[in-house]
């Protein structure tokens, strides 16, 4: 069974950071990319960045590139997402994504198979 468990959002202040964890089980991970998404309330689901794991190469929204880092630790198959100098419009629920390889490109899309609960982000300004 395939699981995508999300950790690490919380209450920040416009500026500082978070690094949010997504803890996967149940297929081959480095096969595979692992996109991450977020809502916002009243607002459509987008995606953020994704990073394909068999090449480690990681691709991001405009509105967060030099801001937003996506990496992973193959052997204990976490992915993370390091938001450093966060916005009030960073507030969202974030989820991350798995499915094939192929979905993680310069062009981000939301075509994943499996997907985690999400995890709550807050910005205050």
């Known amino acids: 069974e395939v699981q995508l468990v999300e950790s690490g959002g919380g209450l920040v202040q416009a500026g500082e950071s978070l690094r949010l964890s997504c803890a996967a089980s149940g297929f081959t991970f480095h096969e595979e990319s692992i996109g991450w998404f977020r809502q916002a309330p009243g607002k459509e689901r987008e995606a953020v960045g994704c990073?394909?794991?068999?090449?480690?190469?990681?691709f991001y929204k405009d509105s967060v590139k030099g801001r937003f880092t996506i990496s992973s630790d193959t052997r204990k198959k976490q992915v993370f997402l390091q938001m450093n100098t966060l916005k009030p419009n960073d507030t969202g629920v974030y989820f991350c994504?798995?499915?094939?390889?192929?979905?993680?490109?310069?062009?981000?899309?939301?075509?994943?198979?499996?997907w985690g609960q999400g995890t709550q982000v807050t910005v205050s300004s």
């Open positions: 990073l394909r794991n068999y090449d480690n190469l990681a």
């Open positions: 994504a798995a499915g094939e390889a192929w979905l993680c490109g310069e062009v981000l899309i939301d075509d994943y198979q499996y």
